[in-house]
């Protein structure tokens, strides 16, 4: 064996333990470049997620039914531009800038969550956004809450309290609608039937399939593998929708004794992959809205710029 190869094994080897005897990785410890890279595309697609995220719902400030709830929908969506701006952060530690995270996803080289890329049709889309969609971003947040690098597992633990909270607020949306008019309550089934298969395809391909999957569950970037946590939303959301009176579009769905967990339908892979390569029904009005906010921005962050060259040169 080479002193080459010693000297790169060691410190991954070291990296390795770390990680396994559960210490958070710092900004400046020592990292593999795998593992700095997979960070970079984890957190920054988190992050567009949150950004872009907010269109669905923010198109529903204007026509929230009252007073209450336009209030309610408007500070849900500046809480997503903060859990943007937190995640964005996390990934500058890592020596990424967010004009080179924010161009890329411009240039179509990084991803977002697919649900985002759905339109909402009515009211009670916001809703099923709130409760469904959130409630499968917290089960995947909670996981990451103990995520192996420590500024995104403090940005994570924030988040998930404020998720927890928008979770609530679709599901509160929800009750009168599914317990209202026939008409309301068309409403809201129809809002579940769109819905449903998009959200389970949040979580991604099945294991087998993922291609940064084992190295992040081996770095504990990762805690819990898709399957894992598809199969746990599944497991706290069929009450929730028994409790709501809305029947979930599965036909195959149902309860496994001897597994403890609900079977569920498979997938239709073939619209996820549609989806994330940028051919959904909403792929391109979301980017474009974003990539325009971000052009007519452009004076602000020259503002800004002016401003701390000043200061530092006064």
């Not at 949150?50 to 669905?56: D, F, H, K, L």
């Not at 996390?90 to 890329?104: C, F, Q, S, W, Y």
């Not at 409403?187 to 579940?192: E, F, K, L, S, T």
């Amino acid at each position: 064996m080479t002193d080459d190869h010693l000297s790169n094994t060691e410190p991954e080897a070291a990296f390795q333990e770390r990680v396994d005897n559960e210490i958070k990785i710092e900004p400046k410890d020592w990292m593999p470049e795998g593992y700095r890279r997979n960070l970079i595309r984890q957190i920054s697609q988190h992050a567009h997620s949150e950004v872009i995220g907010m269109q669905p719902e923010g198109n529903w400030i204007t026509r929230a039914p009252t007073l209450k709830r336009k209030m309610i929908l408007l500070a849900k969506v500046q809480d997503e531009a903060g859990h943007g701006l937190y995640l964005y952060s996390a990934a500058e530690t890592l020596g990424v800038t967010r004009e080179d995270m924010i161009g890329a996803l411009h240039e179509g080289h990084a991803k977002y969550a697919s649900i985002f890329n759905y339109p909402t049709l009515t009211w009670a889309d916001v809703g099923v956004i709130g409760w469904l969609v959130d409630s499968a971003a917290i089960v995947n947040q909670i996981s990451l809450q103990r995520t192996s690098y420590g500024p995104y597992s403090r940005a994570m633990i924030r988040i998930c309290k404020e998720e927890s909270f928008h979770q609530r607020q679709g599901f509160e949306i929800l009750m009168p609608l599914a317990s209202g008019s026939l008409e309301q309550k068309a409403m809201a089934q129809d809002a579940m039937n769109r819905w449903w298969w998009p959200t389970l395809m949040m979580f991604g391909p099945h294991d087998s399939e993922s291609v940064h999957g084992a190295k992040s569950m081996q770095w504990k970037i990762k805690r819990k593998s898709n399957d894992e946590l598809r199969q746990d939303f599944i497991d706290q959301t069929v009450p929730q929708a028994e409790y709501l009176g809305l029947a979930i579009p599965d036909p195959d769905l149902k309860w496994n004794e001897e597994r403890g967990h609900y079977d569920f339908g498979e997938i239709d892979w073939d619209e996820f992959r549609t989806v994330v390569s940028g051919n959904g029904l909403c792929n391109r009005e979301r980017l474009e809205r974003h990539s325009r906010a971000h052009r007519e921005g452009e004076w602000v962050r020259e503002a800004m710029r002016a401003c701390e060259e000043k200061k530092r040169t006064a």
